[in-house]
């Protein structure tokens, strides 16, 4: 019985930041768009804009958008090398270093707006 290790994870990983990816390019074409509207309406999604789930949701798409760019670059490097799938497990963690760490600067950086908003 496969066990699920980390091929398995940095593949669910993948497909769940791409998800939110396309998410949040979504909403953020939606919001944009929303200026023909007029300006009333346009500051009104905005004003939606500052409740805690997505303030918080800026770090996690800061973090998503990381780990798929290092991730597939993973992938590129396992596909077009033969040594790439020795080390597959050694990226992984690397690239997961490189998503928390740059989440925690995220956190860090948008700290006064996690906390008070705009």
């Given at each position: 019985m496969y066990k699920g290790r980390e091929?398995?994870?940095?593949?669910?990983?993948?497909r769940l930041s791409g998800i939110a990816i396309l998410a949040y390019l979504l909403i953020h074409v939606f919001s944009i768009g929303s200026f023909i509207f007029g300006e009333r309406f346009?500051?009104?999604?905005?004003?939606?804009?500052?409740?805690?789930?997505?303030?918080?949701?800026?770090?996690?798409?800061?973090?998503?958008?990381?780990y798929h760019?290092?991730?597939?670059?993973?992938?590129?490097?396992?596909?077009?090398?033969?040594?790439?799938?020795?080390?597959?497990?050694?990226m992984w963690?690397?690239?997961?270093?490189?998503?928390v760490i740059s989440g925690l600067y995220a956190a860090w950086t948008l700290w006064p707006r996690l906390i008070g908003g705009y």
């Open positions: 091929g398995q994870w940095a593949f669910l990983l993948h346009y500051m009104s999604i905005h004003e939606i804009y500052d409740i805690a789930f997505f303030r918080v949701g800026l770090v996690f798409i800061t973090a998503a958008v990381v760019a290092f991730n597939g670059l993973r992938i590129i490097v396992m596909d077009f090398t033969g040594a790439g799938v020795a080390y597959q497990r050694q963690y690397a690239v997961m270093v490189l998503t």
